[in-house]
């Protein structure tokens, strides 16, 4: 075994999407010690300015501001982020190698076919990396990427998450990012190739200043609905569990 487990694991289809949904959450989890990670499934080669390798680096950049622990990126073709065998073998790999006890996942509806692609793919890796057999059955033609994984101990993560702003949906719960609004911006800024003011493909990306007004309005609104400055917004499938009905948070009159 290598590094030590991650807490948390944040997955997404495109370099930048972490920064947007949920930069202040695993933010806001480093400041308390816990170690944080991203997976993005896919390099940006699609993306309208810059190249993967600028991507690579600027990717590396805005970890490094976000505190995170590790960051990969997968191979899988961009724009094409498909639910395959395949690339649910690629994730419950890192998932076996991470070890993480939260996951969080795009949530499953949005305009990108790529986002709630990834939602369900990244459900589906997560069952997988917990399968004890997956890989090792005798005499299956499961292909060399399941045995890879098979030489790796099982694990599912204990909880996922869905990062759920893209999408007009009310949250189960926000995480107050008040404290790491800022720095989440400035992770999202080291994006350089893609949101720095530049001439190539204006129109299509907004401007620093616009970014900054669109992240304020968003992150007002959620943190609104729980009494806070700035918030991110989650949906959980499960329902909560109260030890302390005199301890919940936020006022309801
Ligand atoms: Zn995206």
Known sequence: MSAPALDVLALAAHRDD?????????LRMAGRGLRTGILDLTQGEM??????????????DAARILKA??????????????????NRLKIARVIREQRPRVLILPYWKGRHPDHYTASTLGYEAAFLAGLRKLGN??????????????????HRPFKI??????????????VDITDQFEVR?????????Q?????????????????????????????????????????????????DITAIPVSSI
């Open 18 to 26: 972490v920064e947007q949904t949920c930069g202040g959450t695993l």
């Open 47 to 60: 993306g309208t300015r810059g190249s993967a390798d600028d991507r690579a680096r600027e990717a590396a």
């Open 69 to 86: 622990s590790f960051r990969q990126a997968l191979d899988i073709p961009d724009g094409r982020v498909e639910n395959s065998w395949e």
């Open 137 to 154: 059955t005798p005499g299956s033609s499961t292909g060399a990427a399941a045995e890879a994984l098979a030489q790796l101990a099982p």
């Open 161 to 174: 998450i869905y990062a759920s702003v893209y999408y007009d949906v009310r949250p189960s719960f926000v």
């Open 185 to 193: 911006l400035q992770a999202l800024m080291a994006y350089k190739s």
């Open 195 to 243: 949101y720095a003011d530049q001439s190539a493909g204006s129109g299509l990306f907004p401007q620093e200043k616009e970014i900054r007004s669109r992240l304020e309005s968003m992150a007002s609104f959620y943190g609104l609905l729980a009494g806070v400055k700035y918030a991110e917004p989650f949906v959980q499938k499960e329902v909560g569990l109260v030890d």
